[in-house]
């Protein structure tokens, strides 16, 4: 499955991902959008490499300590981690993404700090970061 560019599992009850998703060196896009009992990312995940878009929005994952996997995606161009609960506050490691163009973070109701290394994105293109209920008290650190 080298060659396989798309893989969109989204709405269903996986709760883990196999560690093996790492072997599809080929994959261009990994959708995750509105997997509720997905909670965490296997680390193979950083073996990626042509991974262009990742998309999260709605899932349940907790990205604590996963940042510095998604930092080793280092050609990824859009992040989309809208309406994830989980995230409290994005690590300062997102700033080492050089190809990230497009940014959504939107509805993550518990979001309290940006780091300022966002400021190094400097392809960012797109910024979405719009919540309904907490973003008066977002910080950027």
């Not at 300062?92 to 518990?110: A, H, M, P, T, V």
């Amino acid at each position: 499955m080298g060659s396989l560019h798309f893989l969109y599992i989204s709405g269903n009850a996986i709760k883990e991902l196999p560690y093996s998703i790492g072997h599809l060196i080929g994959l261009q896009f990994l959708g995750l959008e509105n997997c509720k009992y997905l909670k965490s990312l296997p680390g193979s995940i950083c073996g990626l490499k042509s991974l262009l878009q990742f998309f999260g929005d709605g899932s349940n994952l907790d990205l604590e300590g996963y940042w510095e996997i998604i930092e080793e995606l280092e050609h990824l161009i859009q992040l989309c981690l809208g309406g994830m609960a989980a995230i409290t506050e994005v690590s300062s490691s997102i700033g080492r993404l050089k190809d990230l163009q497009i940014l959504r973070l939107s509805n993550c109701e518990n979001l309290v700090t940006l780091p300022n290394s966002i400021g190094n994105l400097t392809t960012l293109e797109a910024f979405v970061f719009v919540t309904v209920q907490s973003s008066r008290n977002c910080l950027i650190a």
